[in-house]
């Protein structure tokens, strides 16, 4: 049985996965990697969790949070500055390394996520989150009169979402700078295309 | 040290690895499970092959080959035709569970790779290969007159092997049906937008 844990428990757990997951990847990280990083022994994190999934979960529910967290610094004049602002957070990480880490982690349990069934729930909901995020600003770009009418906020915030997930693997994971150069430029031309 | 293994050793090997990721993901991927889709032994496995990384590294410079046999099916009249199946052919499967379940486990090797050197060159490979793919495509389709003269093919291939991927995550991964069609009308829509 999952006893539920205290509200610092839990915020103590999603810190100590987040900064586990960074340091070693999903397919390397052990409950004793997650111990480590927090002052809970991993008996004590056992009282709490009974899996290490469990655990992971609870950092990936916290995660829509900090995205926030990190979102609300931006400063921008219009919505479609906005957006390309949080693009460019989400896709290069601003040389944010814990944001950054966190992106490749999640990209790491998101093609993990078929084989497991605990995961689902709070990926899609992050998933969801991130496309809610980006459909806001893309729908007051709108009504603002800089995008077109025509615009699908919702299948535009999909395919944007998309090409952030992807991004996350070639050019936050691989590192590979051609990628990164191409997608800038691409991603900006299609952005242009949207306005009326 | 790490003997050089005949082709036949190599294709199986790589087929081997190709059948576990697909049913267990590399977080849950042991060398076990290998030796299982195989008709070797894991000790005759480590006589070529001195850790799991190596084993894996074998199916991933292997993908690239099998992408070809697939695209090489594709029937289409025109260079345009021809990448919108290709862009199918990846992201959405076409119902080949073997394809998908292999995009989906390159996913999740791409997500680790800053954690695991070995991978990292045939990965980047790989990426190149499916780039170089559909840049080919969309050099033919400005060639024909299909697209514009203007449209740059590099970047181009770049922004499209990206959503390729990013979807992977949600649509493969994830099962979110919702993505999926939003991805599928925004890229077609992206698709139309490179004619002349």
Request: with cysteine; aromatic share 8%; net charge negative.
């Amino acid at each position: 049985m999952t006893r539920n844990a205290p509200i610092t428990t839990r915020n103590e757990v999603a810190r100590a996965v987040r900064s586990a997951l960074i340091t070693y990847g999903y397919a390397d990280l052990r409950t004793a990697h997650i111990a480590d990083a927090s002052s809970k022994s991993e008996a004590s994190l056992y009282y709490y969790y009974e899996t290490k999934s469990e655990l992971i979960a609870v950092f990936v529910r916290r995660a829509p949070t900090w995205i926030d967290e990190r979102i609300k610094e931006i400063d921008a004049t219009n919505p479609d500055e906005r957006l390309r602002k949080i693009c460019d957070c989400l896709l290069f990480a601003d040389e944010d390394d814990q944001l950054y880490g966190m992106r490749i982690a999640i990209l790491e349990l998101l093609s993990h996520a078929a084989h497991n069934p605990t995961l689902q729930e709070p990926l899609e909901n992050y998933q969801d989150h991130i496309r809610e995020l980006l459909a806001t600003e893309i729908q007051a770009a709108i009504s603002d009169g800089i995008y077109r009418q025509t615009i699908n906020p919702e299948e535009t915030a999909s395919f944007l979402m998309t090409i952030l997930d992807g991004a996350t693997g070639s050019v936050l994971g691989l590192e590979m700078q051609g990628i990164e150069s191409d997608v800038r430029a691409e991603m900006n031309r299609y952005l242009d295309g949207l306005a009326v």
